[in-house]
C-alpha cells in the first residue's frame, strides 16, 4: 500500500529551548545549513510523500512558510547563476503543505485529530518533531521497507521502537512484544504501556516519533477524545484500544537516533549531522 500523507506535529512550546524559542520556532534551529523540520520532511519525500501537514500553534507559522516558494528570491539566485542554492530552495515547490492549528496543549493525539479532516489516505505516517535517525536509510524508509514486507491482510500499524536503557523506560511507551522468534528487527506487538516503572516495563523497547498507523487509528482517536474531557488524549491510548482489530508491529531501527528535544541531543545531532 502506498503512503502519501504524512502529520508533522510541532505545535509544543519548545521551553527547553528558551528564551531562543520565543522567536524562532524550535523546528527551525539549523543541522547545519537546514532546519530539522526540513531534514523531517525530506523523509517524507524519500519515500514519495507529497502531502504534507503540519500541526501547529499560533506564532509558529514559520515552519510552514520555511518551504514556501519565493519566486523573486528564485529569479534573483538564477539571475546570479547560483544554481546550487537555486536547487535547495525549489525541491518543495511541488509538495502540498497544509496547516492545522492546535489551540490547546493536550496531547499528541489531540494534536493529530486536529488534522483529522484533511486525511484522505487509508494510511498515513506521523512523525513527531524531535526524533532524527542517522544511518544507511533513515527513519521513514525503514519503517517504511518493513511495512512493505509485511504479508497482513487487514489494517495494520507500524511504529519505530529503540531498546532504552531500562531506567529511561519511564520516559517512552514501551511495547510488549509476542514471541515470534522467526522476527528480527520486526516485531509484534501485544501490549503498549504509557512511560511504566522501571520494574513494571514489559520490555526495554522504547516507541520513537515515527509512526504509520491506518486511518481507523484516527477514528478511534476521536473516540478517546470523547472520553478523555479533561486529561492528555494520547497516539498510544488509540492503539491500545485496537490490538485486538488491527495488527501492530513495530521495528528496531537501525542507525543512531538524536533526540533533538533536549538542547544536548540536539547538540550532539549538530555535532553528527551537521
Known amino acids: 500500500m502506498k ?9 509544543g512550546f519548545g521551553t527547553r529551548f528558551l528564551p531562543w524559542t520565543k522567536v524562532v520556532p524550535k523546528e527551525l534551529l539549523p543541522i547545519g545549513n537546514r532546519p530539522i523540520i526540513g531534514l523531517l520532511v525530506d523523509e517524507c519525500m524519500s519515500v514519495g510523500i507529497h502531502d504534507i501537514c503540519f500541526v501547529i500553534s499560533r506564532g509558529k507559522e514559520a515552519i510552514p512558510q520555511y518551504f514556501y516558494a519565493q519566486p523573486q528570491l528564485e529569479r534573483e539566485l538564477e539571475k546570479r547563476g547560483k544554481l546550487h542554492l537555486l536547487e535547495e530552495l525549489t525541491k518543495y515547490n511541488n ?6 492549528y492546535q489551540e490547546e496543549m493536550k496531547g499528541d493525539g489531540h494534536a493529530i485529530l486536529q488534522a483529522k479532516k484533511w ?14 535517525i542517522k544511518g544507511e536509510r533513515n527513519g521513514l524508509e525503514q519503517l517504511v521497507d518493513a511495512f512493505g514486507a509485511l504479508k497482513s491482510k ?38 503498549l ?7 513494571e516495563a514489559p520490555s526495554t523497547l522504547g516507541i520513537v516519533g515515527k509512526y504509520l498507523v491506518p486511518r ?24 491500545k484500544a485496537q490490538l485486538k482489530t488491527i495488527d501492530i508491529y513495530g521495528y528496531e531501527f537501525e542507525g543512531r537516533r538524536f533526540d533533538t528535544g533536549t538542547p544536548e541531543g540536539y547538540r550532539e545531532a549538530v555535532k553528527e549531522l551537521g
Open 216 to 239: 481507523s487509528t484516527i477514528d478511534v482517536l476521536a473516540k478517546v477524545e470523547s472520553t478523555h474531557h479533561d486529561k492528555e488524549i494520547r497516539l498510544i491510548d488509540a492503539l
Open 154 to 191: 487487514r489494517d495494520t500499524a507500524m511504529l519505530c521502537l529503540h531498546d532504552v536503557e531500562r531506567k529511561l523506560v519511564h520516559k517512552y511507551g514501551i511495547v510488549d512484544i509476542a514471541p515470534d522468534k522467526h522476527l528480527s528487527r520486526t516485531k509484534r506487538i501485544q501490549g
Open 3 to 11: 503512503i502519501t500523507q504524512a502529520i508533522l506535529p510541532v505545535a
Open 119 to 132: 486525511i484522505k489516505s487509508d494510511m498515513l505516517a506521523i512523525l513527531f518533531g524531535d526524533d532524527l
Open 95 to 100: 509538495v502540498n503543505f497544509h496547516i492545522a
Open 193 to 199: 504501556v504509557e512511560k511504566p516503572k522501571a520494574d
